[in-house]
């Protein structure tokens, strides 16, 4: 593609060349010369050229406008411009035509139409020779259309780094290297609580946003020297006193030549995560006093078994140190319980079911046995839904078990000795009646009244 200076040269030298041209009409025999000069140079240039008669008809046409357009010379010679350019109106052509025989010279952008019917977009130069009325017109044409597809991608990046900017989750603003806006997403516009992106662009973000900080502008400083700088938590005081918790990150961006153009600004507002964590923090702290002072035995283990944490209840359950425990696999207790526990535990991550009142018998290492009821909750992951650890909170129940054993041997002692004194009054009775019986026999008054007789006296 030919540059403008070349351009400039190549129509004066056809200007020369025309100018000669016509001495050479009165001497004939410097003509054809003259004329051959003319098409070698036509044929070499990188740029399109139409020669035109007067009336706008086509009489010559170099090879890389042949190129350009898909015709061939035959297609064109003794048409009319006309036929080729395309407009929505009629009189443009004749309103340049007059401009260059005012001005001899015009230099503008259109379309032709190319052989296949798509739109040629080109930079036109044309020149009239001759004085006064132009005997003829000559027209040079640049090929646009690398530079349009060249300004159509960096529009379609320019309008996808919009896209991409107005969809993030950061707040985003690009600045100059005087600090003045270049272009802000919606999100910076929420956070910082600006109204119109419009009314923003192009001025200091100092003047914008009041009030910040000489050790924010060093920051900036350093960006428009070159530094990435970032940090995930900081904070910025607003002018009314409330405090913004950012994390934030400045970078330089660079031109084409590789010199800084400006720099970028992410920031994002985390006050909402910092409530959050606060507020996570609390909750654990008083959890873990919870778990801690809490006089049930309490133990997390993990898919591998290992105790993640106990309580001291539960360290005491086994008469074992607290610190021994953490860390161990909850195998190591094995020792105190039945082995088909620990498979059902297993079973646990497996089901993927809770664990509810489960009794378990625990021998101590002094021989005395304890009771304690479990009960198990499974913890899963948030994202995968697989169970990461369980919780295990249990009752020790001993002392109940100890107390319902007594009332259970009161209550058989009870009817032991019930027993004895139903049998007691039974036989009693029979030998009240064997002395009625006796008594009968031997014609004397019964004794003794019968039991049916003392309950009729009831």
Not at 195 to 200: C, G, L, P
Request: overall charge negative.
């Amino acid at each position: 593609m030919v540059g403008s200076t070349e351009r400039l040269i190549y129509i004066s030298l056809l200007v020369v060349l025309g100018i000669i041209a016509l001495i050479a009409l009165r001497r004939r025999s410097f003509m054809k010369p003259i004329i051959r000069g003319l098409d070698d140079l036509v044929e070499k240039m990188g740029e399109g050229y139409l020669g035109l008669d007067r009336e706008g008809r086509i009489v010559a046409a170099n090879a890389a406008y042949l190129r350009m357009s898909g015709y061939r010379l035959g297609d064109l010679l003794g048409t009319s411009i006309e036929r080729l350019l395309v407009s929505d109106h009629p009189q443009e052509l004749v309103q340049r035509m007059k401009q260059v025989e005012a001005a001899k010279t015009s230099i503008y952008r259109a379309h032709h139409r190319a052989k296949d019917g798509s739109l040629l977009p080109i930079e036109v130069s044309i020149t009239a020779m001759g004085d006064g009325s132009p005997i003829a017109f000559v027209c040079f044409y640049r090929d646009l259309r690398e530079q349009q597809r060249a300004q159509e991608q960096a529009q379609h990046v320019q309008d996808l780094m919009r896209y991409v900017i107005d969809h993030s989750f950061s707040a985003i603003a690009l600045f100059d290297t005087q600090m003045r806006y270049i272009m802000v997403s919606k999100k910076y516009l929420q956070e910082y609580q600006l109204s119109d992106e419009a009314a923003i662009i192009g001025r200091s973000h100092y003047d914008v946003i009041k009030g910040i900080p000489d050790r924010w502008k060093e920051i900036h400083r350093r960006a428009l020297g070159g530094e990435v700088l970032n940090h995930d938590g900081d904070f910025f005081v607003n002018d009314d006193g409330t405090v913004m918790h950012t994390r934030w990150e400045c970078r330089p961006w660079y031109n084409a030549d590789q010199t800084i153009g400006g720099m970028v600004l992410y920031t994002q507002d985390i006050g909402a995560i910092i409530e959050f964590q606060r507020e996570l923090f609390e909750a654990r702290d008083y959890l873990s006093a919870l778990i801690t002072r809490s006089n049930t035995p309490i133990v997390v283990w993990d898919k591998d078994l290992v105790i993640q944490r106990a309580n001291p209840a539960f360290a005491r359950l086994f008469g074992i140190e607290l610190g021994s425990l953490i860390g161990r696999s909850l195998t190591a207790l094995k020792a105190y319980v039945n082995h088909d526990i620990h498979e059902l535990v297993k079973r646990l991550f497996v089901t993927g079911r809770d664990l509810s009142s489960m009794e378990i018998e625990l021998t101590l290492s002094d021989g005395t046995t304890k009771h304690v009821v479990w009960t198990a909750t499974l913890i899963h992951d948030s994202d995968s839904k697989e169970v990461q650890a369980v919780i295990a909170q249990g009752q020790d129940i001993s002392e109940l078990k100890k107390m319902q054993k007594e009332s259970d041997d009161q209550l058989a002692m009870l009817q032991r000795w019930y027993a004895v004194m139903a049998h007691r009054e039974e036989r009693i009775m029979e030998l009240k009646e064997e002395v009625n019986e006796a008594l009968r026999s031997s014609g004397q008054a019964r004794r003794y009244r019968s039991m049916v007789e003392q309950e009729d006296d009831a």
